[in-house]
T-cell receptor
Framework: GAGVSQSPSNKVTEKGKDVELRCDPI?????LYWYRQSLGQGLEFLIY????????KSGLPSDRFSAERTGGSVSTLTIQRTQQEDSAVYLC?????????????FGSGTRLTVV | AQSVTQLDSQVPVFEEAPVELRCNYS??????LFWYVQYPNQGLQLLLK??????LVESINGFEAEFNKSQTSFHLRKPSVHISDTAEYFC????????????FGQGTTLQVKP
């Protein structure tokens, strides 16, 4: 597609439920990143996928968070047993270059609210 | 490990005045540097980047940033701001030999007043 597509754009869920957030990167972009943007906290790196390499999961805040990328394209971020502190905007970005030197293209994000 | 510090969380300025948004980074290796902008209710967009070469880089809408290695800074400047520049600005660093993972600063909200 023309840009990075994320769905849903908004998600309200009850504490303790699982949620899945989807990211469809730009066609041909081999690198895909997930970030979390919390109010007043900037952007926090979560996870990085590059081609068929093992993902860099160093930013995942707990084992309730996981992500996969199928066929080197679409990615799903799953949060199990959601907590109120998980409320944030979850941003996906893709990049054509391994080293990200061209800069990322970000999606519009999924605003997650845990009530 | 790399880190980015944006020294001002909010910068109020009147229209047509100059502005500087400050960014300092720490890294023991060479880096790529970026500024991203997030307009209200929109996603992040790349504003400008420094990879190598000339230390002064410019965007298409009049912003510029200068890489200063000795001061480990990458401050963003514009000589005359417009109301439409009101947005949140993020400075970011990527280790040039690494995976391309960006480390972001906390963001600076630029509020342009008429």
């Amino acid at each position: 597609g023309a840009g990075v597509s994320q769905s849903p754009s908004n998600k309200v869920t009850e504490k303790g439920k699982d949620v899945e957030l989807r990211c469809d990167p730009i066609s041909g972009h081999t690198a895909l990143y997930w970030y979390r943007q919390s109010l007043g906290q900037g952007l926090e790196f979560l996870i990085y996928f590059q081609g068929n390499s093992a993902p860099d999961k160093s930013g995942l805040p707990s084992d309730r968070f996981s992500a996969e990328r199928t066929g080197g394209s679409v990615s799903t971020l799953t949060i199990q047993r959601t907590q109120q502190e998980d409320s944030a905007v979850y941003l996906c970005a893709s990049s054509i270059a391994r080293q990200g030197a061209g800069g990322y293209t970000f999606g519009s994000g999924t605003r997650l609210t845990v009530v | 490990a790399q880190s980015v510090t944006q020294l001002d969380s909010q910068v109020p300025v009147f229209e047509e005045a100059p502005v500087e948004l400050r960014c300092n980074y720490s890294s023991s290796v060479s880096v790529y540097l970026f500024w991203y902008v997030q307009y209200p209710n929109q996603g992040l967009q790349l504003l400008l980047k420094y990879l190598s070469g000339s230390t002064l880089v410019e965007s298409i809408n009049g912003f510029e940033a200068e890489f200063n290695k000795s001061q480990t800074s990458f401050h963003l400047r514009k000589p005359s701001v417009h109301i439409s520049d009101t947005a949140e600005y993020f400075c970011a660093v990527s280790v040039s030999s690494n995976t391309g993972k960006l480390i972001f600063g906390q963001g600076t909200t630029l509020q342009v007043k008429p």
